[in-house]
């Protein structure tokens, strides 16, 4: 992925690339910051869609729609599990995620690690409401490092693990948190009815393939239900794709579990019963629409065979 910034008649401009032969262009306001740390380029850009951080030339989260992301990415995961206590986050440097873990009075630890320092302080100096809570809460354990060998040498289970991390382009610091071997130890740390939860690159209809197919393929090697879901985050160029993930409790089938949450008609009173937060975004009707993607996207889905592993690695253009 590349950004330039260019000058025309009209000023200056933010490009990134999508696809081979695909841009986005948009006006650029305002550059806050402009740096590299020891993983990855780190930026603070402003443009229509406000103060927005982009890493290695790609957007992570912008004012104008970082909620849609961010309950998109932990909310569903949350409400399924029904009452979380203990949570990981793999990534997350905005606070964001965190922020809307701790609005469940149910949780009791929330473990955050992240590799990039440079990352986590910016975002606390120049977007500071993505966190907004977070830094004074004491539930919240932030470390700085590889998420990877952190999660691997924790104690204890978790009840809700949610993978907010870079995309996984080549030479990128995220790469091996999209892998079988990963999604086995994942498995194998969640509590009994626990929910894996993990951000899967672009759910567009002509870009699925690009990553969030092999992770759903991937995750379909390791655990019971996968849920495969998406939302429509503007700044980010289109629908964006996740996968959820859990393992069948006993006399539980897996098509039927997965279908009883593709349906799922009482979310309104799943929330009330948790965190009854008013979201700016996610609420039962949303949720109908975000499981039950577009017909192309699910037939990509039972079409893909590639599994990622550490030596098949899939990169996302």
Not at 27 to 33: G, V
Not at 42 to 63: H, M, P, R
Request: aromatic letters at 10%; hydrophobic letters at 35%; one cysteine or more.
């Amino acid at each position: 992925m590349t950004i330039e910034s260019e000058r025309d008649k009209a000023g200056f401009w933010f490009e990134e690339d999508v696809l081979p032969g695909l841009k986005v262009k948009m006006e650029l306001k305002e550059i806050s910051f402009n740096g590299n740390s020891k993983f990855q380029q780190v930026q603070v850009i402003k443009t229509i869609f406000g103060k927005t951080l982009v890493t290695d030339g790609k957007t992570q989260s912008a004012e104008s729609d970082e909620k849609i992301y961010h309950e998109s990415l932990v909310v569903p995961a949350m409400l399924k599990h029904g009452s979380p206590k203990r949570v990981f986050i793999g990534g997350g440097g905005e606070l964001a995620t965190a922020r809307e873990c701790l609005r469940f009075p149910s949780v009791e630890e929330v473990v955050m690690v992240d590799i990039d320092e440079v990352v986590v302080n910016i975002c606390k100096e120049h977007l500071p409401t993505w966190g907004d809570g977070c830094w004074d809460d004491p539930r919240l354990n932030l470390i700085i490092g590889d998420a990877y060998s952190n999660f691997e040498n924790m104690d204890g289970q978790f009840d809700v693990v949610i993978m907010d991390i870079s995309d996984p382009i080549e030479a990128g610091p995220g790469i091996a948190l999209y892998t079988k071997e990963f999604y086995d130890m994942v498995a194998s740390k969640l509590s009994p009815g626990g929910v894996f939860v993990t951000q899967s690159g672009s759910g567009d209809v002509h870009n699925y393939d690009d990553c969030m197919t092999a992770i759903n393929r991937t995750c379909r090697e390791v655990f019971d239900c996968v849920a495969p879901y998406t939302s429509s985050v503007p700044s980010f160029g289109g629908n964006w794709g996740f996968n959820m993930a859990w393992n069948l409790g006993e006399g539980e089938e897996g098509k039927e579990e997965i279908k009883k949450w593709k349906t799922c008609s009482d979310i309104e009173a799943k929330i009330q019963a948790s965190s009854k937060h008013d979201y700016i975004f996610y609420d039962g009707e949303t949720h109908l629409g975000m499981f039950n993607p577009a017909k192309q996207l699910r037939r990509g889905l039972e079409k893909e065979e590639r599994v990622i592993t550490r030596d098949n690695p899939v990169f996302m253009y």
